[in-house]
Nanobody
């Protein structure tokens, strides 16, 4: 059964750092574009950072540029999000997602286009 599982969330103070991980099981991430999304209470799910299947193209939302870095390790079948200089407005449930995209290297930022989702990991940043 294909599954994605996030880990690494937690509670930190403003300015702190966290590294989220997303492990895939039951399928290989090699031909999948990947993304990190977040959803805060009362808000829509939004794309935070996305990466192409080869890792050569990335997207970061304006709100996280210069603070967050997305990366992937296809050998480990994993996706990561390094989050630095965290702010209270980064507080949300963070999801990893995968969309099958063989033969092309593209970044996908629309949540509706993704095939698989993890259960989410909570990130809470206090001031």
């Amino acid at each position: 059964q294909a599954q994605l599982a996030e880990s690494g969330g937690g509670s930190v103070q403003t300015g702190g750092s966290l590294r989220l991980s997303c492990a895939a099981s039951g399928f290989s991430l090699d031909d999948y574009a990947l993304g990190w999304f977040r959803q805060a209470p009362g808000k829509q799910r939004e794309a935070v950072s996305c990466i192409s299947n080869r890792g050569d193209k990335t997207f970061h939302a304006d709100s996280v540029k210069g603070r967050f870095t997305i990366s992937r390790d296809n050998a480990k079948n994993a996706l990561y999000l390094q989050m630095n200089s965290l702010k209270p407005e980064d507080t949300a449930l963070y999801y990893c997602a995968a969309v099958w995209l063989p033969g092309t290297s593209a970044v996908i930022t629309a949540a509706k286009d993704y095939d698989f989702w993890g259960q989410g990991t909570q990130v809470t940043v206090s001031s």
